[in-house]
């Protein structure tokens, strides 16, 4: 298990190391995908890169205002999200940051720090 940095101040859950399947935030783990926001983490059960939907992120997490983006993990090497996926962000008035997974948990550190307003869809890593 690799452990993150825990010397900044965050606001609203961050992960804070992995596990062989997913992830963990304080003491609880995440074994599979995770959906993350400024104010809660959830469990994700999401198959793979081609099952994810927008609606269903959005309506989980049910954020107000609007994420600024979508930080996608998107498991255990980057891949991008079908061409289908990038439209429906951009006509939700949403960006995309697209990396590995424990890539994107350890950027959502970085982004929380700064108090950026986010949403992260975190694909499980084994």
Do not use: Y
């Not at 979508?70 to 006509?91: D, I, N, T, W, Y």
Request: charged letters at 20%; aromatic letters at 8%; a negative charge.
């Amino acid at each position: 298990m690799v452990e993150l940095r825990k010397d900044v101040e965050f606001v609203g859950p961050v992960v804070t190391g992995f596990t062989s399947a997913g992830f963990k935030i304080g003491d609880q783990r995440f074994d599979g995908g995770l959906l993350i926001s400024p104010e809660q983490a959830l469990d994700w059960a999401a198959g793979s890169l081609d099952e994810i939907d927008l609606e269903q992120i959005l309506a989980r997490l049910n954020l107000s205002p609007a994420p600024e983006f979508l930080l996608l993990g998107s498991g255990s090497s980057m891949v991008q999200p079908s061409a289908a996926f990038r439209r429906k962000l951009a006509s939700a008035g949403m960006g995309l940051e697209v990396m590995d997974s424990r890539a994107a948990a350890r950027t959502w550190g970085v982004l929380r720090a700064e108090e950026r307003w986010i949403v992260g869809a975190f694909l499980p890593i084994g």
